[in-house]
Each structure stands twice: as structure tokens, then as C-alpha cells.
């Protein structure tokens, strides 16, 4: 199992540019989100997807799209670039199914907005 | 809303006894988990607390407290690779699928 994988490990943006970072899991894990963590704050949810086709909003949404078309991928679309959105940003999946309450995080995309 | 909150710092020596602690308000509580984070790396889960009391995993357990709104991880035998970041984290009362994180204690462990 290769768990909860994230590409890319960085990335360097302009303002105004778009980009897609990869999420995928290998668990067969019906929940999936998408979280950022800037220095001194804790994870804030994003997005989340109880199950294919199914997203919905977390707590800063704003900036960013999701789509969940199989279990096994959650990308997260920025489709303009913004500075305050440099941050780093982790995936996480969860066996929701079961009432399982870890989250398995992925390695994290460090992202640089100029 | 949901807020959680944790002290930003706390320093202890190896082979020491350290707590971390936990308040949070929340318009409805299902469980208090916590998770640690070295630096540059991912969130990894530690412990999960649906009831009072005490839960533990080797040198780690974790304590809730419902009516108190509170709840802490302890670390005992401290060791140099504890030196980490540490953070709650509550689903959200209103809506199961969200969670909400605390801002983290950075644990530094001292020789």
C-alpha cells in the first residue's frame, strides 16, 4: 500500500496562474479532504468528499475547486492564483465507512505564489 | 462555530513527563483526537478519546474530560524524537464530515 500520495512535493506559481495538485489513495477509503497549514495555525479543511461524485465545502473554500470523479483521486484546482494561497497543503483520507476516525495524511505540496 | 485551543510552546527534558493540553468549544462533540507532526513532514494520528477518561498506547495516552470541555495528550519517557508538533482536533458538532484542528504545541525535548 502505497497510502495517501500528493504531486507535486512543490511548486512555485505566478499570480493569476492555474495549477491542479494530485491526491490519490490506494485504501479504498471513502472520504477524502483536502486541507492547508500556514505557519503557526493548525489544518483548515478546504474541501472534503464523502464518496465519488459526491464534495462539499470546508471551512476556506474560497479559491479553490474540487471534484471527486473515483474513490481512489481528489485533485484540487486553484484556478487563479493568489499570494495569500502560498501555503502547504495536505490531503487526507479517512475509512468513514467503518467509523474509523484516523485520517491518513499525505507528504504535502509546498506551493509559492508570486 | 467550532474552536479549539492548545498552548503554542511547551519544553520539557528527556526522560521527563510532559502534557499537552486541549479545550474546545463545539456545538456538539462526537471525540477528541490527536495527531503529531515533525517538521516538514505529515499529520500522523495518535489517539482518539469518545469518553471520559484515560486511553493508553505505549508512552502515550490521552485523557477527555466531556463536561470539562477538555481534554490532554501525555508523553512520558520524553525522548529527543518526540520534538514535534502536536494537534487536537474535533469533528464538527453540526456537521459530522468537517474537522476542525487546534494550532498546534511545539514539544521541544531537551537533553
Known amino acids: 500500500n502505497a497510502g495517501v500520495t500528493q504531486t507535486p512535493k512543490f511548486q512555485v506559481l505566478k499570480t493569476g496562474q492555474s495549477m491542479t495538485l494530485q491526491c490519490a489513495q490506494d485504501?479504498?477509503?471513502?472520504?477524502m479532504s483536502w486541507y492547508r497549514q500556514d505557519p503557526g495555525m493548525g489544518l483548515r479543511l478546504i474541501h472534503y468528499?464523502?464518496?465519488?461524485?459526491?464534495?462539499d465545502q470546508g471551512e476556506v473554500p474560497n479559491g479553490y475547486n474540487v471534484s471527486r470523479s473515483t474513490t481512489e483521486d481528489f485533485p484540487l484546482r486553484l484556478l487563479s492564483a493568489a499570494p495569500s494561497q502560498t501555503s502547504v497543503y495536505f490531503c487526507?483520507?479517512?475509512?468513514?465507512?467503518?467509523?474509523?476516525?484516523?485520517?491518513?495524511f499525505g507528504p504535502g505540496t509546498r506551493l509559492l505564489v508570486l | 462555530g467550532q474552536s479549539l485551543e492548545q498552548p503554542s510552546e511547551v519544553t520539557a527534558v528527556e526522560g521527563a513527563i510532559v502534557q499537552i493540553n486541549c479545550t474546545y468549544q463545539?456545538?456538539?462533540?462526537?471525540?477528541l483526537s490527536w495527531y503529531q507532526q515533525h517538521d516538514g513532514g505529515a499529520p500522523t494520528f495518535l489517539s482518539y478519546?469518545?469518553?471520559?477518561g484515560l486511553e493508553e498506547t505505549g508512552r502515550f495516552s490521552s485523557f477527555l474530560s466531556r463536561s470539562d470541555s477538555y481534554g490532554y495528550l501525555l508523553l512520558q519517557e520524553l525522548q529527543m524524537k518526540d520534538s514535534a508538533s502536536y494537534f487536537c482536533?474535533?469533528?464538527?458538532?453540526?456537521?459530522?464530515?468537517?474537522?476542525?484542528f487546534g494550532s498546534g504545541t511545539k514539544l521541544n525535548v531537551k537533553p
Open positions: 487526507a483520507s479517512t475509512d468513514g465507512a467503518s467509523g474509523e476516525e484516523t485520517q491518513y
Open positions: 485504501m479504498n477509503h471513502e472520504y
Open positions: 468528499s464523502v464518496g465519488a461524485g459526491i464534495t
Open positions: 463545539t456545538s456538539g462533540f462526537y471525540g
Open positions: 478519546n469518545a469518553l471520559d
Open positions: 482536533a474535533v469533528r464538527d458538532g453540526d456537521n459530522f464530515n468537517k474537522f476542525y
